[in-house]
């Protein structure tokens, strides 16, 4: 996979030189230069089609919205990695937290019933083989 991105870069980079070198050539245009100008046009179309066939490589990678807002706001993008993990993270402490006060809750409806409704605790129990948790 790695290979597949090295590529990519490759001709990105490639691409990015060549518009670059072509601004050049335009703000600074001789009719002289005329030839160089069509070379490196034709430069361009070819790094598209080699961009473009890259894309084929990479047609399953997706990529969130957020990464690039993150991009375009000057942002380094794996800050959204990490502020996703930190999401993560805390919303997986949140939802323990709610499922240690259900188990608790449950332990507790469970003992009360069984001092209210102890034969239908019992059976309750032999069904479903529940012990309270502690």
Do not use: W
């Amino acid at each position: 996979m790695a290979e597949k991105f090295d590529n990519l870069e490759e001709h990105l980079e490639k691409f990015i030189e060549n518009i670059r070198q072509l601004g050049i050539i335009v703000s600074d245009f001789q009719p002289s230069s005329q030839t160089g100008l069509n070379q490196k046009l034709n430069f361009m179309i070819t790094g598209l089609q080699d961009i473009e066939k890259c894309r084929t490589q990479l047609h399953d990678i997706h990529v969130p919205l957020e990464a690039f807002e993150y991009i375009d706001q000057g942002r380094n993008p794996q800050l959204y990695t990490k502020e996703c993990l930190e999401r993560a993270l805390a919303k997986n402490e949140q939802v323990k937290g709610k499922i240690d006060t259900l188990t608790k809750f449950k332990s507790l409806l469970i003992s009360e019933l069984g001092k209210v409704f102890p034969e239908e605790m019992a059976k309750y129990k032999a069904i479903h083989g529940d012990d309270p948790p502690s």
